[in-house]
């Protein structure tokens, strides 16, 4: 069993930055794909972005080349730094770990982009 917590949330203004953190309870961190989702109110969740064991990324397109993920697997963290925040991105951010069939979700951290 992995547990998952998300920190980092919080009020922004349109156009400013977060940087979320979601640290995993595992000693083999390193093997798991790591992703961000989102689920803003009355939507489904929906994909962010994703980091493979191997540090190779995936973004969906309504981020791209606003949002990065990045992992330090030394300190069990996955990473999402969001800039150029838009009223769109107001969200719950979920982080969720993946292992062949298993997967594990946190609890989520809001984010509200308004002015």
């Known amino acids: 069993q992995v547990q998952l917590v998300e920190s980092g949330g919080g009020v922004v203004q349109p156009g400013g930055s977060l940087r979320l953190s979601c640290v995993a309870s595992?000693?083999?961190?390193?093997?798991?794909?790591m992703g961000w989702y989102r689920q803003a109110p009355g939507k489904q969740r929906e994909l962010v972005a994703t980091i493979s064991s191997g540090s190779s990324t995936n973004y969906a397109d309504s981020v791209k080349g606003r949002f990065t993920i990045f992992r330090d697997n030394a300190k069990n963290t996955v990473y999402l730094q969001m800039n150029t925040l838009k009223p769109e991105d107001t969200a719950v951010y979920y982080c969720k770990a993946q292992y062949i069939a298993m997967n594990y979700w946190g609890k989520g951290t809001l984010v509200t982009v308004s002015s």
């Open positions: 595992t000693i083999n961190f390193s093997i798991y794909a």
